[in-house]
């Protein structure tokens, strides 16, 4: 097995991709037959409108094309050599050196308008203004005599609370993931289309740390007042889609809307769940319920109305993926979707799914209505049910377990999971991550902030259930005790969301002070409260003592955080 690139563009130097197509087909005996579809569709065919892009200074450009349909893009983009056809249909493309999100490339700039609401960290890096013109200046000058892809679309499924974004690209294959990703306008929509935000992404233009003030050859660099971002050197398209998703970590607060890093899906009822959790977790796995609709699989908003997904599409891991286990994702990989950085191989273009030699984050875009039982449009009613997805690997968190409204906020902001050993170079033992609101490297603001619009929306809906789940070990640590089995989570899971918890017994945890339930039906009563799974109940005080003060001693780093919800934390001698 091996991935593959063989289309050869040096025959197509400066032969624009109507001409290369036409020589292709030509080359193959065929005709390439062109309906009378009018002289303005047949202009943006050809490239030959500029759509504006002069306000952003682009200019002396070569063809540029807007919203083109699916197969033409895909054409363009194999033309270009971007990308091959898998077996499946899919467009299957390699990134580089860049294979996921390169987040010390991440810049917000410094200025005036928002420098006082940032929260400065290691995940907001602050960039000068200076700086952000000179790399705009390099993009100006680099996208000269090129051609460029322009997606106009919309991001936030509430018509009410919607976002018009345009996307510019040097690659077709990534205008072909924005398309499905992003929210697809109607031909009425084009026609009035205004762009809120605007992305310009030139993987070919590397910058240079030295002048630019920047880590490496990537640059990510979002300025929130012009609501521009410029992404340049990595090919990595999810570097677009997250992007986005920062800027509506900041604009939708503005708004009263908390934005949210989760996957969310309905019942017949309407009864709406939420599912956060970092990966490893399982939130793709248990959110993708046959017997439930899927509103979203990634990025949603919650506003005074209710849920609405932020997008259009949807972009999983494929490592591993089997038709058996991952049923709607796997009928997902057809014609329209693009792979990036699948093995595929070279003869019968086959995916290798197990194959993570390029890198285990191998990933598939698709638009949401490849997914048989999705809500078009992706709004939904107020949660029923949250549920808070935990792999912890000290076996010490409950299967699962309920949480107040204080104590929701507290693991909001905690976002805690964990590591164990192979993960990553160098860890032997359970490793505690936190991550504020479970995806802390897209959130502009403090964490506070989004825990107190998280607060606000219980206060409000108090028959909302906010669950911790722990989908990692039991009985033992890593390594000593196992993983709580997955038809055991699935029984917990489906429990909560159908409403079998509201009439159990709970009883409180004497040192995370969260509430374990007595008794869920399906599910063995051994296994719910976890000091009973352990052979040595000391050890296992010892361990929740350990985690407890991770938690703590994660949670001393919040400003401006009520008394009551750091009250709402584990107990620490």
Not at 24 to 53: C, H, I, M, W
Not at 146 to 159: K, N
Not at 203 to 231: C, M, Q, T, W, Y
Not at 347 to 376: C, F, H, K
Request: glycine residues 8%; proline residues 6%.
């Amino acid at each position: 097995m091996d991935s593959v690139n063989t289309v050869d563009r040096s025959d197509y130097q400066n032969i624009s991709i109507p001409s290369l197509i036409n020589k292709r087909l030509s080359d193959q005996g065929q005709d390439f037959p062109v309906a009378n579809t009018g002289k303005y569709v047949e202009r943006r065919l050809q490239g030959d409108l500029t759509y504006g892009l002069e306000n952003l200074g682009l200019k002396n450009l070569g063809h540029v094309y807007h919203n083109l349909p699916v197969p033409i893009l895909i054409e363009h983009a194999v033309a270009r050599g971007e990308g091959v056809l898998a077996s499946n249909g899919s467009l299957c493309v390699k990134t580089g050196k860049y294979t996921g999100r390169s987040p010390h490339d991440k810049f917000i700039v410094e200025e005036a308008n928002s420098r006082d609401e940032i929260h400065w960290s290691k995940m907001n890096v602050p960039i000068p203004e200076e700086n952000f013109d000179r790399l705009c200046r390099r993009v100006r000058s680099y996208i000269q005599g090129r051609d460029l892809y322009i997606f106009d679309g919309f991001v936030g499924a509430d018509p009410q609370r919607r976002f018009g974004v345009r996307i510019i690209n040097e690659l077709a294959s990534q205008n072909l993931f924005v398309h499905q990703l992003f929210i697809r306008p109607t031909d009425e929509e084009l026609q009035t289309h205004n762009s809120d935000f605007t992305v310009i992404a030139v993987p070919g233009l590397h910058g240079d740390p030295e002048d630019d003030g920047i880590n490496s050859e990537a640059f990510i660099v979002l300025h929130l007042s012009k609501r521009l971002v410029i992404i340049g050197g990595s090919k990595y398209a999810g570097e677009i889609k997250k992007s986005v998703f920062s800027l509506m970590n900041y604009f939708m607060t503005k708004a009263d809307v908390l934005p949210m890093h989760c996957a969310a899906n309905v019942d017949d009822a309407g009864n709406t769940a939420l599912f956060f959790g970092l990966s490893g977790t399982g939130k793709t796995t248990l959110s993708a319920d046959p017997d439930r609709y899927l509103i979203g699989d990634d990025e949603h908003g919650w506003s005074e109305d209710g849920i609405f997904n932020f997008e259009g599409g949807c972009y999983a891991k494929t490592i591993a993926l089997s038709r058996e286990n991952e049923p709607q994702i796997w009928d997902a990989i057809r014609f329209g979707s693009m792979m990036e950085n699948v093995v595929l191989d070279r003869y019968t273009r086959i995916p290798d799914y197990n194959d993570g030699s390029l890198t285990e984050n191998t990933r598939v875009a698709y638009p949401i209505d490849y997914i048989p039982n999705a809500v078009i449009p992706s709004v939904s009613g107020h949660p029923k049910t949250i549920l808070f997805l935990a792999a912890d690997a000290f076996g010490v968190l409950p299967p699962i377990s309920k949480l107040t409204r204080e104590q929701a906020m507290y693991h909001f902001m905690s976002g805690y999971t964990s590591k164990v050993a192979g993960t990553e170079r160098g860890i032997k033992e359970p490793e505690a991550t936190f991550s504020a609101g479970f995806g802390k490297c897209f959130l502009p603001l403090e964490a506070a902030i989004y825990a107190t619009l998280l607060g606000k929306r219980l206060a409000d809906h108090p028959e909302t259930n906010v669950y911790l789940v722990n989908t990692g070990w039991s009985g033992g640590v890593y390594g000593v005790g196992s993983r709580v089995p997955i038809k055991y989570t699935r029984a917990l899971v489906s429990a909560a969301v159908n409403g079998d918890l509201d009439n159990v017994k709970f009883h409180e945890h004497p040192i995370f002070k969260i509430w374990v339930p007595d008794a869920v039906p399906g599910v063995p009563t051994e296994i719910l409260d976890p000091v009973k799974t352990w052979s040595d109940s000391q050890e296992y005080e010892k361990q929740a003592k350990q985690l407890a003060k991770l938690f703590v001693d994660n949670f001393s780093k919040y400003v401006n955080v009520p008394e009551e919800v750091t009250a709402a934390g584990p107990l620490v001698d």
